[in-house]
């Protein structure tokens, strides 16, 4: 069954770290630029993300996400431009309207953390199957139970659109009108709530069998079906957001001035 999901399958790098290892790079690309509050890091690692979803071969993917966010961007812009306590540098106008120096580089700022939080999200949604992030947190302590609310969840939509799409071509061979103007289709689409609640009952009740009769609420310790991969690169990229992330840690409270 199809789930909820951006991932992208393909053979790369990225693809092969473990799941942790990129939800670990996320925390990473959203704590140093608070640590250490310069622009310039903050490209650093917006050019460092782009250069890894490359690798990835998912950069074209990350364009709607982003362009998802781009209204609230240009208002953050136009609002901090404009009204932003302690602006004083006038720096161009349009018409009437006139864009102050340190809001705009105070939006940019902004902008900038934006825009690092969604491509190293993307890094994680793109390249990691949901369901090996989810084992990944079980595997880590987090509870089974949870851990199948959140694989359910992802589930639920195309498990639904799945029945009603069935339902709807049974519907139609039996000659019922589906298609046409708002009334017709709202016509159409009564019936089918009832075998579609009842679909999704008979599902719900089937599966919580399926997992009485695996002893999922078993206390005995839960094993895995696959053993979990490490890979060398993954060590590797450990390693270096461990450097990183101290080396910024010093380098604020030794070497950092503003």
Request: charged share 20%.
């Amino acid at each position: 069954m199809k789930t909820l999901s951006l991932y992208e399958k393909k053979d790369t790098a990225i693809h092969k770290i473990d799941p942790i290892t990129k939800v670990l790079y996320i925390i990473l690309v959203i704590a140093v630029p608070i640590i250490l509050p310069s622009k310039i890091i903050s490209i650093v690692f917006l050019f460092l993300t782009l250069m890894i979803l490359c690798m990835g071969k998912v950069l074209k993917r990350v364009v709607p996400i982003i362009g998802f966010s781009f209204i609230v961007l240009v208002s953050v812009i136009v609002i901090q431009g404009l009204f932003r306590a302690g602006n004083k540098t006038e720096l161009f106008k349009l018409g009437s309207l006139v864009f102050y120096k340190e809001g705009l580089s105070y939006a940019f700022e902004i902008c900038l953390r934006v825009l690092n939080i969604l491509s190293s999200v993307s890094i994680l949604i793109l390249t990691t199957k949901p369901s090996d992030l989810i084992e990944a947190f079980v595997r880590r302590g987090l509870s089974p139970k949870i851990g199948y609310v959140l694989s359910s969840v992802l589930q639920l939509i195309p498990q639904m659109t799945s029945t009603m799409s069935k339902i709807t071509d049974a519907q139609r061979s039996r000659g019922m009108e589906t298609e046409g103007n708002i009334i017709v289709r709202l016509k159409a689409f009564l019936p089918l709530i009832a075998p579609a609640t009842m679909n999704s009952l008979t599902s719900t009740r089937e599966r919580s069998m399926a997992l009485e009769v695996r002893a999922f609420d078993s206390k005995v310790k839960k094993t895995f079906l696959n053993e979990e991969e490490f890979s060398y690169g993954s060590k590797f990229v450990r390693l270096a957001i461990v450097i990183i992330f101290a080396a910024a840690i010093i380098w604020r409270i030794f070497i950092w001035k503003r």
